[in-house]
């Protein structure tokens, strides 16, 4: 049988949304494989741990300790390599953000295996896992697999996958390791400035560039991200502008985002930009210039004032999701 073990995520105490799409896609390869899904959940708390098991999470390993509450690399390696060494799964999957990138090529490294990095899609041929990832800043995908060494691992990108709920329930089982002295402690973590919903999850990205003009006139952008349940993404060229921060910067020197839908307002699209977002479902651009290189990427394009454009959106969105 082959074993799918995720690692979850999770924030202010709970589950994040990621970790069900993680525990979802683990469910339909561990079918493949006739084995089940495994999940690690490291912290001091997390509140519905059990809720996993709806979908698809047979056994859930948890260490819960004060010392655990910020996220340390080697504290989190030295667990996850343990748990990966004492019940040998086939397939070790992590999300494809801060903590995964960190984290997952170091206990790669521990466990002498490969790591397949920042993929979009997963499926199963000939008893291996075969990823699908970007290359070339988005320009190309190509399948990649391990054809050796196990555990197969792989980073997903967030909003890849559907959430499916398959019922049944999980085995929670506490893990004990005597963790040693670390040479790095997270001292402090100050939050950002944006709240809400999390850009990296969030099936809807409001983005705007350096037209925007002013960090005041981010607000049209917060209010039709609002009306969406969305968040609010930005260039790197508004972020160097003073506009907004960097923690919401969108593109090869910001966060990579994968939602449903993006609006491009004002947003010229330069490849570094295209790099962060161009895996999105649906790309909106909203440009004055017809040449602007984001409308050979937008699924629908609108050459015209985002001043003029995005209040009347809003508005007329506003209207629609009210009925």
């Given at each position: 049988m082959g074993n799918v073990l995720i690692l979850t995520e999770h924030q202010n105490g709970h589950l994040k949304k990621v970790s069900f799409e993680l525990a979802s896609k683990a469910s339909e390869l561990a079918s493949h494989m006739g084995g089940e899904v495994q999940a690690v959940v490291i912290g001091s708390h997390v509140a519905g741990v059990s809720d996993l098991g709806k979908y698809g999470v047979k056994k859930i390993f948890?260490?819960?300790?004060?010392?655990?509450?910020?996220y340390n690399t080697e504290n989190y390696a030295a667990i996850l390599s343990h748990i990966i060494q004492e019940h040998r799964p086939d397939i070790v999957l992590a999300v494809a953000g801060p903590m995964g990138k960190d984290l997952l090529p170091r206990v790669a490294a521990r466990l002498k295996t490969g790591l397949m990095t920042d993929c979009t899609d997963l499926k199963m041929e000939g008893g291996k896992l075969v990823a699908t990832r970007p290359i070339y800043a988005g320009k190309a995908f190509v399948d990649v697999k391990i054809p050796?060494?196990?555990?197969?691992m792989a980073t997903i990108r967030p909003n890849s996958f559907p959430i499916h709920e398959r019922g049944g329930g999980a085995q929670v089982i506490p893990v004990v390791i005597q963790l040693g002295e670390t040479r790095a402690r997270m001292k402090e973590v100050v939050q950002g400035a944006h709240q809400g919903v999390d850009l990296t999850e969030a099936e809807v990205v409001v983005a705007g560039g350096r037209s925007l003009k002013s960090a005041e006139n981010?607000?049209?952008?917060?209010e039709l991200a609002n009306v969406l349940g969305g968040a609010v993404g930005a260039s790197r060229a508004a972020v160097d502008s003073g506009y907004v921060s960097h923690d919401i910067q969108v593109?090869?020197?910001?966060?990579?985002v994968n939602p449903k839908l993006y609006i491009a307002c004002g947003i010229s699209g330069a490849i570094q930009h295209l790099a962060g977002m161009r895996t999105s479902k649906v790309i909106v651009a909203i440009n004055k210039d017809p040449e602007a290189p984001i409308f050979?990427?937008?699924?629908?394009?609108?050459?015209?004032?985002?001043?003029?454009?995005?209040?009347?959106?809003t508005k007329e969105l506003k209207k629609v999701l009210a009925e």
């Open positions: 948890t260490l819960f300790e004060a010392s655990l509450e910020k050796e060494s196990t555990p197969q981010f607000k049209l952008l917060e593109g090869q020197t910001g966060k990579t050979k990427k937008a699924d629908y394009g609108i050459v015209e004032d985002l001043f003029r454009v995005v209040p009347l959106l």
